[in-house]
């Protein structure tokens, strides 16, 4: 079992095709779910990948353009009729706060939870945290403000060396302050170094979700080594005049984007309606940044 | 070819299901589209479907129910992007009109095409009429404002009986009064009587579309004899205290209407995602009424 996965409910842009469904991430950290966008279709698409409304927290949307929304009323809905409990956040602009409230009142005046915005800017920020993870928004160029959201787990405890505790006989009370990094210190008062007890903990994985957007080269530095990094990918380079025009991206750019920022891995999406066969932006990308993946709905990629 | 079918494109109800889509039928008169409410997901099933964008003018919303809405916000804004001209007209309450407006002046604020309103009132009515059909609103009992609507074909005209009319000498400037039932009269005088010239016009067929509601028998009156009854059937009678509960009917309620108002079929939908098995709703209601059909995505029913 995965600790953390990336699933695709929907990787189509605006103009629907039977190919696919507009933009819904999921992420599943520790079997809690994190959703990045919610177009249309994002409840059934939930379903068929089994992954269960009841672990659904948080919602954060990257823009207002309703092929990244318009799952949102439907999905909330849902939620009251199954009698959902406890909070759902969706982190999304002011604007986006007042537009989605006003719908929601109207169609779900009495939902079973409590419903909160959380209001984010167009700017560099960290506006999530948990036990798990931090979210950090990165400013997005698009047609209307957009953000992108980097989701990183927080620094784990460091393995005990088990042999090590017993033999120098470490209280198993004090035990979580030593996989915390803390020294030993024995009764008479000799210090047993936390790298004596313990091994590095293991790694905290990182996910970029990139979209919609311009390329922008400097975005890297704010990106970094993440493990993972979704970048939109709405065109193929022959296109990149309709790209530029249109506040997006083509495969090659986003190939560029994992190259410059050392991603691991580069997952592509959010594929224009023209082009009926993929494979054409996953060769573009991968002549520049190799390790690249196609993203397709009911996908789901382990992070670690 | 059929020139009246039934296209189902969603026929489950609020809660949704890997096995529906919530509520969405569209009439193909003639190729000319006529979609009756619009969950969620509608835009992805009329493409599946191979019912052109471009053929759909009208939109009637039987109430404010999101499962019945949802899809419409989507919809809109795909014919902008597909360059759609002409005019596309809602026909719903005055609720419907001022939330639905706001949603679509936030989230496509300039549409390539005149969007509409027709408010209408959930009394019996006259709504619309073309050259091809009539649309009347008959009043239901939901737990909102909700009406059903009965689409009926205007009188065609009647078949020259082409013998006839050239044994007679009927001029061809005349034969269109001919075929609409005027009697030739020939220039000595002599009248030609219609019945002598033409043969009865072909069937007008007639669907009434009825849902979400509790079982009213005094409909039965204002529905009439039509081809094709849909009758919403939320539930079993073995759920009949939830049915009348909820303001919804069971399949043995939507059958005794069809056999009240004479109809000459029944289609079923609208079924609450409890039930796994739907055959138990057909075997419900044909033991009323035998000429009954289950509704299901993706069914194309002929009226003629």
Chains 1, 2 share one sequence.
Not at 29 to 58: I, P, S, T
Not at 199 to 228: C, E, N, Q, R, W
Not at 270 to 289: C, G, T, V
Request: charged share 20%; glycine share 8%.
């Amino acid at each position: 079992m995965n600790q953390f996965t990336i699933n695709i409910l929907g990787c189509g842009s605006a103009k629907p095709s039977t190919r696919h469904y507009p933009s819904c991430t999921v992420l599943n950290v520790r079997e809690n779910l994190y959703m990045v966008d919610c177009g249309e279709g994002a409840q059934m698409q939930m379903q068929r990948q089994k992954l269960r409304f009841n672990r659904l927290n948080h919602i954060f949307l990257t823009h207002l353009h309703g092929d990244h929304v318009f799952g949102l009323p439907g999905l909330l809905s849902t939620l009251s009729l199954l009698k959902r409990e406890g909070t759902v956040t969706i982190h999304t602009f002011a604007d986006g706060i007042r537009v989605l409230r006003d719908i929601i009142r109207y169609f779900s005046p009495i939902l079973t939870y409590d419903l909160v915005f959380n209001e984010i800017s167009p700017g560099t920020d960290l506006i999530y945290e948990d036990r798990h993870i931090t979210v950090r928004t990165i400013p997005l160029k698009h047609r209307l403000p957009c953000v992108g959201y980097i989701f990183e787990e927080k620094q784990k405890p460091r393995h005990l060396i088990g042999q090590m505790a017993d033999f120098h006989q470490v209280p198993i009370a004090v035990r979580k302050d030593i996989i915390q990094g803390a020294d030993f210190i024995k009764s008479d008062g000799t210090v047993i170094p936390n790298s004596m007890l313990t091994t590095a903990p293991s790694h905290s994985a990182s996910y970029a979700h990139i979209g919609d957007t311009s390329f922008i080269p400097k975005m890297a530095d704010k990106i970094g080594p993440v493990d993972l990094l979704y970048h939109e990918s709405t065109y193929l380079t022959a296109d990149l005049h309709d790209a530029a025009g249109r506040g997006h991206s083509t495969a090659a750019q986003a190939a560029t984007m994992a190259e410059m920022c050392g991603a691991g891995q580069l997952l592509l999406g959010h594929y224009s309606s023209r082009y009926k066969d993929l494979s054409l932006f996953l060769n573009e990308a991968r002549e520049i940044f190799p390790n690249t993946i196609l993203g397709f709905e009911g996908m789901s990629v382990p992070l670690i």
